[in-house]
């Protein structure tokens, strides 16, 4: 059985190596206007632009790839209104095994429609009145598909830690390396590439203030939860951190910064209006970090994960109505 | 003294050695999303993500290169609440030297505080009571700025040119292109690249339907003045094409499509939550045209020129309440 000392970086060139083939290298955006604001050299790892429009499907693909093909074969399960969902049902279309995507009754047409159009089967529930532990362990005995975690399992993290492996890749030794943090599977695998490439390099997670388990976490030095956050950046919405990622984000995390819903809206809007890209709110965050001078900047350069771009019209209007920076 | 016959390839190409110092090579954007939906294979150049932008830096850039020293040193001025502002002010901070925009005390806030940005000097006039041309006299008087015209002059359209020459360049031939039509500038430049080269490529100039002075002008064989048009793409907003833009577009291209309102905010919302970009309305409207499928598609190559990213957040509120495609 793996360890949380086990984890390292070849388990994520392991991965990117299974992976490479199914998903997009995403760019690595630079902008003179940011640049200028921040005082710092910046590196945006474009992950808004990665199928399924986020990192999810790395992690998704390399959880696929390393189930031995008799299993697999029996299908694959997620319970996600999110982007987890887009990115299990485009790794089971790329592996052939059909998808069943477990999802609430009121989650957003355009989710639903963008789950079903990557082939996957959707099973309805009611968030009041039903058990969506029942749900699975039903699923499981009519088909015996593998269920998929969004992101408290090791080829999930190792899947997403190839985002990090990427940018380092691309553009070398960098000061800091900001990423989103959720549940932390792109923290954990992101984090665990820098440490043991750079040793001494800054890694900051950044979460929504709404949203704030990985960093009482963080600071208590044990896993603490949360009551259900109300953050307009709908992938911080889980209320603890993973039993798996969370040993990974105390050894190899610098620190957790926090930003405020304002500082999410503000930097969804600048990145839009000034880089003429759409990232949603989560993906945003260490844009947000940055520009609200909560991370050290000046002079250094700094590698920042977008880490996507599904966004509804009305939250996106919603950002439109922010101050800007 | 250049004639319209006089206008080839060479010119664009003597323009791209000039200005590529000054410019971005813009990406090459592609969709399997978009590809499924009109059944082609669509290559789009994305000028949104152009210094400015906007394809505008291109024009001004090459104009005041081409510019004797003397002449360029005493400064350079132009008319425009848009793009050209941006693009002019660019040029002349690239060369060392002064720029006044003139703008109505009207415009954008977004686009004053951009052409400041770039360094210009704004002079402001009232669109109901002042005289355009009084206030270029007596500036030129003033400073002996030499006035960028933002289409019809042959440099500006061989500036404009160079965004064909790349993307060509970098995919090849293709059975047709469609770029948007204002002044012609664009539609211009690139239909002589395009049409030098691969003598029988599909050229497709793509015009609001509100705003359609090229396409009544291409159809009546002279140039036709329309009155001032209320469409959302703010770049098409000019009564009648060029006196230089035009014979070049009669002989160069193919045929004017024209897309509706709704048809222009759903592109963009297309462009904007399944694609990640942001592109204004004017440069969406090569991709209306498609997804409306009022140009032949089915199984073939096509090249669409998204000229610029500048939208503001009350035009770009009111795409997001367009219908999906």
Known sequence: MTTSTDFTLARVLAAHARIAP???????????????????????????????GSFKARGAMNCLAALPPEVRSRGVAAFSSGNHAQGVA???RAFGVPATIVMPTDAPASKIAGTL?????????????????????????ESGAVLIPPYDHYEVMAGQGTVALELLTEVGSLDALLAPVGGGGLLSGCATVAREW??????????????????????????????????????MRNLAPGAL?????????TDILLVSEQEIRAAVKFLLTRLKVLVEPTGAAGVAALLA?????????????????NVDAAQLTDCLKADDW
């Open 293 to 309: 001078g909560k991370a050290p900047a000046q002079g250094k350069r700094i590698g920042v994960i977008l880490s996507g771009g």
């Open 90 to 92: 485009l790794a089971a």
């Open 117 to 141: 159009a990557y082939g996957a089967r959707i099973v309805y529930y009611d968030r009041q009145h039903e058990d969506r532990e029942a749900i699975a362990r039903q699923l499981a005995e």
């Open 198 to 235: 750079f040793p001494t390099m800054a890694i900051y997670g950044v979460e929504a203030e709404l949203a704030d388990d990985t960093c009482q976490s963080f600071r208590a030095g044990r896993r603490v939860a949360i009551p259900p956050p109300a953050t307009i950046a709908d992938g």
């Open 22 to 52: 199914y998903v997009h290298r995403t760019p690595v955006l630079t902008s003179r206007t940011l640049d200028a604001r921040v005082g710092a050299t910046v590196f945006l790892k474009a992950e808004n632009f990665q199928r399924g």
């Open 245 to 253: 990622t969370f040993p990974i984000v105390q050894r190899a995390v």
